[in-house]
């Protein structure tokens, strides 16, 4: 289990998270959503130690993940928001890199950086300059990269960006059957629907802080509200969305 108790960033002249604490479980989607800015990335970056808490503690199976980084990262899988590879190389060398880093066995690497490479699509490719990629055929390095040694916990940040509509439906198919084989697995993303369908518990940020903390069914329920998007405008959106897209249709068309 992943555990955040009392988590804050601060950086100078901003609050970027205030003090949150959840939790996401064994064998669910646990969905981590809020607008832009409201600290989604950077607890992402605390989990994987990219970036330092200024405070509070981040367990992962009761253990805390800055008391021994390289055994936590070895048991991590994460998917960035922007993917920073290196364009020199192929992606067949670029996941037999992360593999070593991962001290993944060389023969039981190649077994499974050849599975990945065919089943998304990405074999034809395999010995191209990942500089020549498309955003899509990135974005499946960077997936193969996060799952290639098998992690325990996979932190996948906007990981449908640039993927055509096939590889969309594997990946989310592929993150509630990772799910249900025990990962535990936390996943930010914008599209709220693809959320609905995928996530069996939410988590909802505000300005850095927690709003909500619940399954979706009692969110509806508790809410009175039909779905996760008019739920996550009355807690999340400050802004009258209707009469912001009224005015902006009146401006260019007058």
Known sequence: MLEL????????????????????RPGEVTGYLGPNGSGKSTTMKMITGLIEP???TILFDGLPVRRNRVASKQRMGYVPEEPHLYGHLSAWEYLVMVSQLRDLPAREAARR???LLRLLSLDGDRHTPISSYSKGMRQKVLLSAALVHNPDLILLDE????????????????IRELASRGKVVLFSLHALDTVERVCSHVVILHR??????????????LMALPTLES????????QDTAAISRQIADLILS
């Not at 108790?5 to 996401?24: C, H, M, N």
């Not at 850095?208 to 329920?221: E, K, N, Q, T």
């Open 208 to 221: 850095g802080r927690i709003v909500a903390d619940d399954s979706i069914g009692r969110l509806r329920s």
């Open 159 to 174: 990981p449908f960006s640039g993927l055509d509509v096939g590889t969309a439906l594997v990946l989310r198919d592929l």
């Open 5 to 24: 108790l009392e988590v804050s960033k601060r950086f100078p002249g901003t609050v970027a998270v205030d003090q949150i604490s959840f939790r996401a």
């Open 54 to 56: 200024t405070s509070g």
């Open 113 to 115: 950086i050849d599975g």
């Open 231 to 238: 739920i996550f405008a009355q807690l999340a959106v400050e």
